[in-house]
């Protein structure tokens, strides 16, 4: 149940982390100009195809910009979306993973809570990572050892020490309940904290970073998806455990580090 942390992972030569932080962040501002100047407009065009052929074209759209500048800045390193991280290049020192728009669903309906991910991961955990809230208006920035930032400075985060208050995010497992999850969500309520399921696995990961919220729960997730989050979390100390720490396979859990023995207790009864 250790949290990862920078403490945990291998120092990384700071001038490839200058560059990368300075790269993915531009990357993740052209994100946010692209999705929130489209977010919503299949629903308000009506007829035609499925509106999920927008998030499509826009997905394909971002993704093939970021590959095309991560390739020209780092030339050799990988760069792996959805569902090609299984096929990763094993031999290679490090790899980008990008999730382009992650929560499409809020994407095509315009509601707010949706986001563009990159990190840049080595076989320690995130090294850099970015995540853009579009809505929000902010671009989330963390590099191993240096904390997170926004364009306001850098972020100091509290993390909640009881479950009363607290904001627990879930995400369903294919838009339905996960299997104990009506139970886990008795309890939390019983303990005075709020379930709430916001269609962003990156963006409830990052909220549980910035401290507003006390968990994210996924039971099911890429890791493409929230690469870029958890390089947020691990930056701020939150508890990051996963099924080599006893949670059922692909499933995951950040929270704040006072929270772990209680959620875990309810994950796993």
């Not at 009506?182 to 696995?201: D, N, Q, W």
């Not at 720490?245 to 023995?261: D, F, M, N």
Request: aromatic share 6%; hydrophobic share 45%.
């Amino acid at each position: 149940m250790a949290p990862l942390s920078s403490a945990s992972t291998r120092p990384v030569e700071p001038g490839l982390v200058s560059r990368a932080l300075d790269v993915a962040a531009r990357l993740a501002d052209d994100a946010n100009d692209v999705i929130a100047a489209t977010a919503g407009s299949a629903a308000r065009t009506g007829g035609g195809a499925s509106p999920f052929e927008w998030v499509r074209d826009t997905d394909a759209t971002l993704e093939r910009h970021t590959r095309r500048v991560l390739a020209t800045e780092f030339p050799g390193i990988p760069v792996l979306g959805r569902g090609t991280t299984a096929a990763k290049d094993s031999t290679a020192p490090y790899r980008w993973l990008v999730a382009p728009v992650e929560g499409a669903a809020n994407y095509v309906a315009g509601l707010p809570w949706y986001a563009y991910s990159l990190a840049l991961m080595d076989d320690s955990g995130p090294v850099v990572g970015v995540v853009a809230d579009p809505c929000g208006g902010q671009t989330y920035a963390a590099a191993r050892g240096l904390g997170v930032r926004t364009d306001d400075g850098p972020v100091r985060t509290q993390h909640r020490h009881a479950p009363e208050g607290a904001i627990v995010c879930v995400e369903p497992v294919a838009e339905l309940p996960w299997p104990g999850m009506t139970r886990f969500a008795l309890r939390a309520t019983a303990a005075g904290a709020r379930v709430r399921v916001l269609g962003s696995a990156a963006l409830s990961v990052t909220q549980v970073a910035l401290g507003r919220a006390g968990a994210a729960i996924l039971p099911s997730y890429s890791e493409s998806e929230v690469a870029g989050a958890l390089a947020l979390a691990v930056e701020t100390a939150a508890v990051v455990v996963d099924s080599d720490s006893g949670l059922p396979e692909g499933s995951l859990l950040v929270c704040a580090p006072a929270l772990a023995p209680t959620l875990l207790s309810w994950l796993r009864d």
